[in-house]
């Protein structure tokens, strides 16, 4: 029994589907990071954001990933060539491992900039890398015609399926919170702020519509992915898709986010229809390399086991991962420890006031630290709410003023944070020198008490 | 399809159900007039900044007068005649100051306006040459109010003494003209920027966003920014030497002339009250401001008091701080520094309410880069 079950899920998951999905997402998602890549670099967002800031935030554990200086040219220039590569099929596995390695150390270079469509991106892109995913209409198929193989296992194209309704299911999960459902927040301060859009900005200034978007977007994120994944709703499903994410790219400023979810929701479309679209292409332009044949794709005996058995570990790894915030005391809203990496998209209304101040430890001589001297207005604001931010400015801090001269000098800082609309508090003991405060995976227990509870997940 | 549906229905009410037992009291409810951003605009323009740029200008005209009687013939009675126009217009200014932002912004009003302290040493070696620009950033420290209160109350022990320097003394003659330079700097700057008002103001209440660039997001910040650094730290902080724990009383406005410096800061307080409630610059009545719209997010305290009258109440402490100082902010910073902390202090408490609880709320986004957020 227990063999035959695993057998019939085997079997399913080794079943045939069409090629033509896969390489259709891939030549999508491709041509939309090459698309990112050039916008970021004609917004003049490379300098801003990556050569001009005198400090650089890192990541616990990646304070090797270190800022390039003006070499972050090069780098944007190989993640966008590779992802031309990438959206071609041409030397793919070599374009997506270079892909993914660029796309990443852009992403970990400076956590102020963290999104979490990087982060998914990121994800989509180390699965892309094993899939044969330029088995059809690739440069590398037209080279090689005996990689065209018109069918792939089930599972390739289930991967990313499954990544993205992860990536849903979890927005919405976190959705499920007494302030989001039942205070409307923070859509009821966001809202109003969006109410001289033409034609539907009197809506947001009422608080009904606020609840209603926040139910609505909760059951949205819950439940898209079912209705993408049943064939019958699949249509109605994908107009929501669009409306939905056009909807949110009018209201916040999220930049690509709405597009590369809206695209990447192509990869719920029946690979049998995606085929057909090939092969109409290939009607047209003979030359085309599209798989027309009844060949299979099959990965090589010991292949298979090792993807597989990673693919397996890398899912299991991505549904607990967003759950370790249970490991640390406190309301994670307020500490924001095991915050990202989770999915939690859009979900609060955060904003703090720093005050540092330095202090000699030998003579007391002290200096009010001016903030904006260090960091970028996107950094500063970063800092201020989130304590792992806090910990590494404070280290800055400390040897920057020692360089000037002063003896072991003590970070003190009076930070007030806002949360969700309620009264700001002090978010960190004042009293602590925080330039010997400790980043680390365990809870920062300098970071004051919450003293208001949010319940649900 | 069905099953869905039932199940995506079932859940929201297991939802409600579960959380309404945990539900805070609901008296949210909002009116949605006050979030008219273009009224809200409207009445800063044309109720407070035109009008307090207006009375600034009148002010200021008037202090030229005086000061023009004054320089013809120094005497006692036209000495009192133009300090009480310089305390009407420091005054003035008071109410003046925190509207830099846009026009106010571009020409640098403050910085010919009022950077305190005075540099005596460059007034005097500005006088002493005889030919300077006003105009320059080094001379920001030898003009404005603070260098007429050197000029009118700081020359010497005594009014006679002070006479003495437009009547007997050699630089006589260039000190007059300093002095009249300096006023009529001050009414370039005013004056340029009533002008670019005038234009400014169409396309500053059509700009409703709140994004970077909106008129809100300005106009907040500039108003902010001044609260911060030039009411809590200038008048307060530098001259209680918060920082460095040594009074500075070489540091207080109006340094010249002691008892004015409370009426200044009062002033000041008074005007960041009247400017947040979006009350008219004239006082007579209220239209819809920062304090209407916050209070229409409804944002509320552990007590579920109003944010928007929680920022009222800060304010109003620390201006009957200020009124029971009993004495000249100076001396008061030498003899009795705990109370000035006290209202460093209490100034801020607002600091935070108004830079983050206040922006939070209003969904203004205070950062330059328009970066993808999520």
Known sequence: ?457 | MKRLVLSLVSFSLAGVLALTGCKKDDNKGGNNDNFDRKALLTNYADNYILPAYADMSAKLTALNTAAATFTAAPDLSSLEALRYSWMEAYSTWQRVDLCEFGPGESVSLRMYMNIFPVTVSKVNANIAAGSYDLETFNNKDAQGFPAIDYLINGLGANDNEILGFYTSDAQAGARKQYLLNVIAKMQEKVSAVRTAWGSYRAGFIENTGTDVSSSLTRMVNGFVLYYERYLRTAKFGLPAGVMTSIARPDLTEAYYRPEFADELAIQSLAAVRQFYEGAHYSGGSDGPGLKDYLAALNTQDDNGVLIANIISTELDEAAASVQNLGQPLSTAVVNNRGAVLTIFDELQEVVPLLKVDMVSALGISITYTDNDGD
């Open chain 1, 1 to 457: 029994m227990q063999l035959s079950f695993r057998h019939r899920i085997t079997n399913y998951l080794e079943q045939p589907v069409y090629s033509a999905a896969l390489a259709f997402f891939r030549i999508v998602f491709g041509l939309m990071l090459f698309g990112g890549v050039v916008r970021f670099w004609l917004r003049g967002w490379i300098e801003e954001l990556y050569i001009q800031p005198r400090l650089f935030f890192h990541y616990y554990g990646l304070e090797w990933i270190q800022p390039l200086g003006p070499t972050t040219y090069v780098l944007f220039l190989i993640c966008g060539i590779s992802a031309l590569g990438f959206a071609l099929g041409c030397w793919y596995r070599l374009s997506s491992v270079l892909l993914f390695l660029s796309f990443t150390y852009i992403e970990l270079m400076d956590k102020t900039n963290y999104l979490n469509h990087y982060y998914f991106v990121t994800l989509v892109l180390f699965l892309m890398i094993w899939l044969p995913a330029n088995a059809n209409l690739s440069i590398d198929a037209w080279r090689r015609p005996a990689l065209v193989k018109r069918t792939v296992p089930r599972w390739t194209v289930g991967g990313i399926r499954l990544m993205l309704a992860i990536v849903y299911c979890y927005a919405g999960l976190a959705k499920l919170n007494s302030d989001w459902l039942l205070e409307a927040m923070p859509l009821r301060l966001w809202l109003p702020a969006k109410n001289d859009m033409p034609l539907i900005g009197p809506l947001f200034s009422q608080v009904w519509v606020a609840y209603l978007f926040s139910w609505f977007g909760a059951a949205y994120d819950l439940f898209i992915p079912f209705f993408l994944l049943s064939r019958k709703t699949r249509p109605y499903a994908f107009l929501a898709v669009i409306a939905f994410h056009v909807m949110t790219s009018l209201l916040f400023p999220i930049g690509m986010f709405p597009y590369i979810m809206i695209l990447s929701a192509l990869i719920f479309f029946n690979s049998a229809d995606i085929d057909r679209f090939f092969l109409k292409i290939k009607g047209k332009w003979r030359m085309l390399p599209v798989a027309d044949g009844n060949n299979l794709f099959t990965f090589a005996p010991l292949k298979r086991r090792l993807i597989s058995g990673m693919f397996a570990m890398f899912f299991v790894f991505q549904l607990l991962f967003p759950w370790r915030y249970l490991l640390t005391p406190g309301e994670l809203f307020w500490t924001e420890e095991g915050y990202r990496f989770s999915w939690r998209v859009m979900l609060i209304e955060k904003m703090g006031y720093a005050q540092f101040v330095v202090t000699d430890s030998r003579t007391g001589a002290k200096v009010a630290v001016n903030n904006s001297d260090f960091l970028t207005r996107n950094q500063e604001k970063m800092m201020a709410t989130q304590a792992d931010f806090i910990v590494q400015y404070a280290r800055f801090l400390h040897d920057h003023y020692e360089r000037l001269g002063m003896y072991d000098p003590k970070v003190n800082a009076t930070i007030y944070v806002t949360l969700n609309g309620r009264r700001s508090r002090l978010f960190a003991d004042t009293s602590i020198n925080l330039a010997e405060a400790e980043d680390s995976f365990k809870h920062k227990n300098w970071i004051l008490g919450f003293r208001d509870k949010i319940y649900g997940l």
